[in-house]
């Protein structure tokens, strides 16, 4: 019975510690070009968290079109978004990554 408690207390504070995902609507744009980072080089997406900007794995910078186009590019433009995920080693990992509808 005692063996019991502990493993269930263990789970439990396991399960405590994790990180939850959550659902934001944010400003995503290119890391480098807009939010100032510079923990890499090139163009990369990132989003802001709370006015923290991380670099986000689960989406890429071109997937919503040309990067770099004058009008919609995430190089160029901060564009509103919805996105499920958590931070996770300093990086966001999106699990659904859309463009907000204005």
Do not use: W
């Amino acid at each position: 019975m005692k063996n019991l408690f502990i493993l269930s207390s263990i789970v439990l504070f396991l399960s405590c510690t994790q990180p939850k995902e959550k659902t934001f609507i944010t400003d995503a744009s290119c890391g480098q070009c807009q939010f100032g980072l510079k923990s890499q080089k090139g163009c990369d997406l990132a989003i802001k968290v709370n006015d923290k900007a991380y670099f986000i794995d689960g989406a890429h910078i071109d997937d919503f079109g040309d990067a770099h186009d004058e009008n919609i590019g995430f190089c160029n433009v901060v564009r509103k978004v919805e996105v499920t995920g958590k931070v996770e080693d300093g990086r966001f990992k999106a699990t659904s990554f859309k463009i907000a509808k204005k």
